[in-house]
Every structure is written in structure tokens, then in C-alpha cells.
């Protein structure tokens, strides 16, 4: 019956000699109390005295510690509120306790030293203050403004302090602790713990672990007091909250490390699996993200139910159930208005899945701006704002919240895409070059990323995504990445109706990765706007076909950008094949190759893309034969299951701006004006290869707002078109001609209007 709690007495001493140890070499004091606390470990009898042992070890640790006083000053600044001092306790009890009042300090500082942001204040400084502010009754001072507390916490440089109470009553102590911070009315943090006395140091560890709950700031305060309950490991606690702050700066990789390390000091730690699983979102670590998010939902147990639906929601999120998990958010924000991190998934959810549903990514500046409200230096929600303001062409506001984003301490991702930004719209050449070289060391995404936002904003400013997508093609990239990179170029060029300069960036891709070049020139070859010849569909429909006939093992994974289509590639060959078959008028090995795609769903069920790829085909082929309501109802199947956004951004199959621009036809064709434009208006912002219809789908939305008596509108929708194919080949000029004869006519019936009246 004595065993346990005699062995927690022998881990109290080697505690307290740790201590003195790490002392003894420059402190004569500490140095004496270790060979006496060494010889009463070596006593007889030790083991049937061991709560007096505990207390002598750590009376003697305590004495130790404090004697050198190490006073500083208060030099008249405002302490910061990450250096925290610990003070005196009260103690009520037996009096082998009251070693406690000054031991807690030792103990309680070892312990939320490194938490987070903090940094505990010398225990022998406080020790040293406290007896001298008790002594010479100094607490009245107006340093510490009639508080002791404060005044104590000010000379040892600390902004924020802990007090409390020890209570030990039938074997049991309750230990209560409160942190306040100077000029505060209430405290900042309050923590409570009971349970036997000889447990004190798991009740020091459980105590600690709350205040840091309590103290931590920023958008993971829910799940912050959450983990806190559900690990009894306080390195792993440290851990986690030393992710969560460099997940607040946007250093991703950095969080990733500390989330790991956090699982690894308790392997069922089910929020610091989840942080790993998000920063490896943010990381490009495909594998990592779903073997967190699973071993998150494995260890849910000690969760509460209404506390793991974050963690339902997220895994919803990454199988593609956009629906789902924005429903789980949504109950989550209605039950809890003030769950940030809810706020946050939700909208991540809406900017990155919305457009492949036919939302446009303002929906999401609502959520944004909730988690902003709550946490104001919040950069993932501000840069997140930053790009819907991008899209939106609102260049103010773009600067103002990029600004902001380095301002408060942006890094990595963020603060280079901030930088991009201030350095386009202030036209600042020598900041760009800037920006741009440091991307040449930096992961391609970012580039890719970048590019994005910035062929966007600064009014379409394609030629300045193109500088950074050109990144991807130097020389010291693998051939994968660069054949990446010259496809990005191709479809930048497409976008600005250069069909020729698109050809040309193709070849140059072909020439260094041929299976992925097809891939992503088949799917230009449909687009409904553009004729391929027929010698060239002809050329790409046999490739295809040969593709779709053989196995192409995927090489090791480099990073999501040049490899999403690994372990797909047969499906779209077939897909391609069929497709093109189709383009060319061959309705028979169309139908061959849907046949052979739906038997592969039957046969893979779980295998969303080869379920997309059929669907669309059905589609396709029913648009050919005049069936517009079956198609419609066809193309609704694709919008049931989301692709993943990590794959949005890298694919034209799984952002599937094809069907949506065809969707949004057969919605025109049937009158639904209003609907058809909803969907015209989903190609701003959820991957690069959906600029291809950014210039088509403003002259659509030109005509339906024409339709609808939107003059303003329509002229604003003509005029973005023009832009973007101001320089466009001869074959797409009727399409550019046609909009400025619109144009033209209806800036003429405006001038009359305005001259009428």
C-alpha cells in the first residue's frame, strides 16, 4: 500500500536535488544544502518518513534558491506581460506544509517557464523582492501603486504575476492560483486543482497546465483550455503552445515541428494531432495532413461531444464534404458566437471550396471579419481578407490590410505575399525584384500562390504573375516543377486570349514531362470558346488514347503542385480520349469511354475523380445530343462532393472550370439569367486554370446584365473583358470586337440619358 506513494516522495527529493545541483556551482549556499539533503537520502529509514522528507528536500531547495536575492530594479518602462513571477502562496494546514508558501514559487515558475509566449521571472529574484518588500513595508510605494504584488512583479521586471492559496485538510490539498496583470481589475487567468498530498507535483504539473490555458492569446483560446484538460503531459502542453505561436505569426513549418512534438510527448493528444494536421495544410504535406486529421479523430475520446465537432468538421472538409463541414461550422458559430477557430474553418471553408460550388469567395469576408473582431492581429484572417479585397479590386483596402499583416508580424507565406502586393500597387520595382529573389529559394507554392492573387488584383496584372510563375522554370528546379511552371505560363497566357505564346509554353512543358503537358493541353483542346484544328485534336485524342492503354507508376511525391494527377493519370487519358472523341463527332468512342469510366466508379466508389470524370462525360455528351436538362442534372452530380482545395489549386479536373463554364451556359440557354450569372462569376479566385474563362464569363455576365437592365453593370463586366484580351489573337477578336461594339452603344444611350435629363 506505501509503494506508490513512497516512490512519488524518492521523484520529490530527486527533484529538489536537481535543483540544488543546477545551483551548486555558483551558489556556496545551494552547494551546503546538497550534501546535507544527499545525506538524508541516504538515512535509514528514509522511506517511513517520506512527507517530512518532501518537505525538508524542498525547504532546503527553497532556502537555496532564494539567498542571493538578485534584485532588479524597476527602470521605469511597462514590464512585459510574458515575463511572469510567481509569488508567495498562502498555506493553511499541517505545519510540514508551510515550506510550500515560498517552494510553490520554484516549482510553479519551472513549470510555466517556456509556455507559450513565457517566460518565468528568477525565482531567488522574487524570493529576494518579496522579503525585502515585506520587511521594509515598502508595498505602499507608488511603484507599486499600494500593492505589494505589484510592486514585487515590477522589480523583477515581470508585467504579469501569480498568487494563490494552498489548503491542506485530511491528507488533500487544494491548490487555487489566480495571474493578474498590473492595472487590470480582474485577473487574467484562474486555475484550481485538489487531490493528495502526495501527488504535489502532478498537482503543480495539473496547475500549471490550466494557468497557460488561460494565459495563452490568440485565436486558439477555445481549443487552448480544451488541450489543456485533455493531456496530462505538460511538455507536450508546451509544445502545443509554442505551435500555436508560430502558427499565429504564419510559420508554418515551425508549428508543424512543435505540434509534432507535442503528439510525441503524448501520443493521444487529439488537438495537437489536429494543429498538426492544419499546419500541414499550409505546409503542402499531403501525408502528414490526413495522418493527423485521422489520428486526431482516433484519440477524440477525451474529448466533450460538442468539442470534437471541430474536429468533424474538418475532417468533412478534407474528404471533400464542403456541404457537410460547413453545416458542422455554422451549428458550431450559432451555438458558440464566439468560437474563433469555427469562425476561421468556416472561412477557409467558403474561400477555398465555394467557387468550384458556384460562390464567389466574398462569401467568406463575413467569418473573416468575426475572427478579426475577436482576434484583431489574427494574420491568417487578414490575409485571407487581404485576397478577397484582391479579387474584389478594392487596391485601398488591399494595401491597407497588407500593411497590417507585416505590421503586427507576418512571416513566411504571409509576409511575402503582403510584400507582393505593397510592391505592385506602390509600383516599387526595387521591392519586387526583392520579393521575387527571395522566392527562388522558397517553396514553389508560394510562387504559384502568388501568382495567383496577382494576376487577380492590379488590374489583372497577368504579366506580374507571370514573373512569378517563371520562378518554377529556372534551371535549378527538377524537370517536374519546371514543366509545371511552363504549364502555368500557358494558361496565364490563355487568359489574356494569346492562344499562340500558349502553344509555345505547352511545347516547352512536353519537351521535359509529355504525360503531364497532354494532361492539362487535352482539357484546353474542349474549352468551348476556342477551335483547335483538326489535325491537332486529332494528334491529342491518339496520345490520349495510347496513355489510357498503359501504366505510368508514380514517381516519389515532390510537393501537391506538379504531381496532383498521380494515380489518376489513366483516368483522365480515358476521360480525354472519350472527350475529345466527342469534340471531334465520334459520339460512338465517346460513349466507349464513359461506359469504361462508370465501370471503374462501380468498382471504386470512394474515388471521387473517376465519379467526376464520368458525370462529366455524361454531361458532354448530352449538351451534343440537345438534351440540356439532363446535362444540367449531370453537372449537378459533380457539385455533390468537393474536391480537396489543396487539388483546386493544381488541376483543371479537380477546380473543374470546364463544367462550371458550361453549366453556367445551359442555365443561360434556359433563361435562369440570374443563376447563370451566380456561376459566370465563380471563376475569380480558386485556381490559376480557371482564368481561362475569366475573360469569357465577364462577357457573359455583360450580356445577361444588358438582359437585365443593368447598364452599369454590363458596362463593367465588357470593360474587365477588353482588358484582360487586349492583346488577344486574331482568332478570339470577334468575341473582343463585339464586346466594344456593346461597349460603345452603351456608353452612347448613357450620354444620351444623362443629356436628357
Known sequence: AQTVPVARAEATSQRAVAALERRAGHDPTAGAALAQHRARLRAPGAARHRRRRVAVAAALAVGALASAGLLRRDAGGVPPASTIAVLPFSVSGGADLAYLREGIVTLLSTQLDGGGTLRSADPRAVLGVAAQVRADGRGSGAAGGGDPAVTVARR????????????????????????????????????????????????????????????????????????ATTTSSLPALKAFLEGERHFRAGSFEDAARAFR????????????????????????????????????????????PQDRRILDGWQAFLRGDAPGAERIYRAIVRDEPEHVEAWLQLGELLFHAGPRRGRAVAEARPAFERVVEFEPEHISAIMHLSRIAATDGRLSDLDSLSR???????????????????????????????????????????????????????????????????????????????????????????????????????????????????????????????????????????????LAATHRPAPPRENPWPTAHDGIQQDIATYLSAALALRAGDVMAARQGRDRLQARSRRLPSNAVVHDLAASLRAQLAVSANRPAVALKELEQLQAIDARADQVGSSPYYSQGLERFIYASLLEAAGRLEDAAHWYGSFSASSIFD??????????????????????????????????????????RPLADDARTRLAALRRETAAQDGGQ
Open 156 to 227: 523583477v521586471g515581470a508585467g504579469t504575476y501569480v498568487r494563490g492559496s494552498i489548503i491542506e485538510a485530511g491528507g488533500r490539498l487544494l491548490i487555487e492560483a489566480t495571474a493578474h496583470r498590473p492595472g487590470d481589475s480582474q485577473p487574467v487567468a484562474r486555475a484550481q486543482v485538489e487531490g493528495p498530498t502526495a501527488e504535489l507535483f502532478g498537482l503543480v504539473d495539473n496547475l500549471a497546465g490550466r494557468l497557460l490555458s488561460g494565459l495563452s492569446e490568440g485565436p486558439f483560446e477555445q481549443l487552448t483550455r480544451i488541450a
Open 261 to 304: 512534438h507535442a503528439a510525441n510527448e503524448d501520443t493521444t493528444f487529439a488537438l495537437a494531432y489536429y494543429w498538426l494536421s492544419v499546419a500541414a495544410w499550409w505546409t503542402d504535406d499531403a501525408a502528414t495532413l490526413d495522418q493527423a486529421a485521422a489520428a486526431a479523430v482516433r484519440f477524440s475520446s477525451r474529448l466533450r
Open 404 to 546: 497590417r499583416a507585416l505590421r503586427i508580424g507576418a512571416t513566411g507565406e504571409w509576409a511575402t505575399e503582403a510584400r507582393l502586393h505593397l510592391a505592385f500597387i506602390g509600383g516599387d520595382a526595387g521591392a519586387l525584384d526583392a520579393v521575387l529573389a527571395s522566392l527562388r529559394t522558397q517553396p514553389e507554392g508560394r510562387s504559384w500562390n502568388g501568382a495567383h492573387y496577382i494576376a487577380l488584383a492590379h488590374d489583372n496584372n497577368i504579366a506580374g504573375a507571370r514573373r512569378l510563375v517563371t520562378i518554377l522554370t529556372d534551371a535549378t528546379r527538377t524537370p517536374r516543377v519546371r514543366a509545371f511552371g511552363h504549364i502555368g505560363l500557358a494558361y496565364l497566357a490563355l487568359a489574356q486570349g494569346r492562344l499562340r505564346a500558349a502553344g509555345e509554353e505547352l511545347g516547352r512543358a512536353a519537351a521535359l514531362d509529355p504525360v503531364m503537358a497532354l494532361e492539362y493541353r487535352g482539357v484546353v483542346a474542349l474549352v468551348p470558346f476556342l477551335s483547335p484544328a483538326p489535325g491537332e485534336l486529332a494528334a491529342l485524342r491518339d496520345s490520349a488514347s495510347r
Open 691 to 732: 482564368l481561362v474563362f475569366l475573360a469569357p464569363s465577364h462577357l457573359r455576365r455583360g450580356s445577361i446584365a444588358e438582359r437585365l437592365g443593368q447598364p452599369a453593370e454590363s458596362r463593367r463586366h465588357y470593360e474587365a473583358a477588353l482588358v484582360l484580351w487586349s492583346g488577344c489573337d486574331a482568332e478570339l
